[in-house]
């Protein structure tokens, strides 16, 4: 049985790693009874959902705090889930 600091961690890194299929179905288990793992990937998709919806030129012109490689790596992310529609787990 997952850890919920398990679980957000998984949930953190999907959909940007695979987590292989054992992992997934534990990851789903551990969502079913857990309220506030659930409520964890709800604000997850949020901001994901926010994030797609921000423009890569809108965010360098933005003054965040930002290191280039960083910013780059934001862009990057935003671009491949720009075109990939996360998965509902
Ligand atoms: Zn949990």
Do not use: W
């Not at 600091?5 to 292989?20: D, F, K, N, Y």
């Not at 288990?29 to 990937?41: E, G, P, S, V």
């Not at 360098?60 to 529609?85: K, N, W």
């Amino acid at each position: 049985m997952l850890t919920c600091r398990e679980v957000s961690r998984l949930l953190t890194l999907e959909p940007e790693q695979a987590i292989g299929r054992f992992r997934r179905i534990a990851v789903t288990f551990h969502l079913a009874i857990c309220h506030n793992c659930r409520r964890n990937r709800r604000q997850l998709k949020q901001i994901r959902h926010y994030l797609a919806q921000t423009h890569v030129a809108e965010l360098s012109q933005v003054d965040y705090p930002l290191d280039t490689a960083t910013r780059e790596r934001i862009a990057e992310q935003l671009r491949v889930h720009h075109s990939t529609p996360s998965e509902d787990v």
